[in-house]
C-alpha cells in the first residue's frame, strides 16, 4: 500500500493551498480517509477526517477555513486549506484505514508534505 501525499508549500499569511493524496497498490477496501500534521516536539494532531460514506470531522482550530474531500473510485483523498495563518506551518500525512478480506483493519500513511505560512 503507498499513500502519496503531494499539494505542499510555501505560501503567506492568509493564501490557500490544497492537498491530495492517492491511495495506489492496496488490496484493501478503504474506509475512513484523514489529514493530520505534526510540527518539531509536538504529537500528530488530526485535522480533519471523511468516512467513506461522506460524512466529516474537523478539529477546532480548522474554524471552518479547511474542506475536506474524497474520491472513493481513485482512493483519494483531498483537503482545501484557506485563510492559512503561521501556526498550520506543519507536515501534514494522510491517513487511510484499510480492511482486508478477513475483516481486518489496519492504519496506512503517507510520508507526508510541508506546508509552510509565512508571516
Known amino acids: 500500500v503507498q499513500l502519496q501525499a503531494s499539494g505542499g508549500g510555501l505560501v503567506q499569511h492568509g493564501g490557500s493551498l490544497r492537498l491530495s493524496c492517492i491511495v495506489t497498490r492496496t488490496i484493501y477496501t478503504i474506509y475512513e480517509m484523514g489529514w493530520y500534521r505534526q510540527t518539531p516536539g509536538e504529537q500528530r494532531e488530526r485535522v480533519a477526517s471523511?468516512?467513506?460514506?461522506?460524512?466529516?470531522n474537523y478539529n477546532h482550530f480548522v474554524r471552518g477555513r479547511f474542506k475536506v474531500s474524497r474520491d472513493n473510485a481513485n482512493n483519494a483523498i483531498y483537503l482545501q486549506m484557506n485563510s492559512l495563518e503561521p501556526e498550520d506551518t506543519a507536515v501534514y500525512y494522510c491517513?487511510?484505514?484499510?480492511?482486508?478480506?478477513?475483516?481486518?483493519?489496519?492504519?496506512?500513511w503517507g510520508q507526508g508534505t510541508l506546508v509552510t505560512v509565512s508571516s
Open positions: 471523511i468516512t467513506r460514506g461522506g460524512r466529516t
Open positions: 491517513n487511510a484505514e484499510g480492511e482486508s478480506d478477513n475483516g481486518d483493519r489496519y492504519d496506512f
